[in-house]
């Protein structure tokens, strides 16, 4: 079955970096778009960034554009996001995404 399963997050002070990956299982990776959303406190889920099938289209919020970058490593079946020049207002669980699949998501604090 399909399984998407999130790691790398955690507390990291505002203008820092963290990168949290998801490893994908159960269906042929290569050939899904991903994504990534989050979901802070009292607020909806929102797409923060999605990518091709192959790596070369890639779609970010406005409000991480320039400061986060999604990648994946198809041969590996392992999404990534790198996240640079955190803000507090990054604060949020994130979630990998295929269809209608959602990982189980990782907590992301950004806090001083």
């Known amino acids: 079955q399909v399984q998407l399963v999130e790691s790398g997050g955690g507390l990291v002070q505002p203008g820092g970096s963290l990168k949290i990956s998801c490893a994908a299982s159960?269906?042929?990776?290569?050939?899904?778009?991903m994504n990534w959303y989050r979901q802070a406190p009292g607020k909806e889920r929102e797409l923060v960034a999605g990518?091709?099938?192959?790596?070369?289209?890639?779609y970010y919020a406005d409000s991480v554009k320039g400061r986060f970058t999604i990648s994946r490593d198809n041969a590996k079946n392992t999404m990534y996001l790198q996240m640079n020049s955190l803000k507090l207002e990054d604060t949020a669980v994130y979630y990998c995404?295929?269809?209608?699949?959602w990982g189980q998501g990782t907590q992301v604090t950004v806090s001083s």
């Open positions: 995404n295929r269809g209608n699949y």
């Open positions: 159960g269906f042929r990776f290569s050939i899904f778009a």
């Open positions: 990518i091709s099938m192959g790596g070369g289209t890639k």
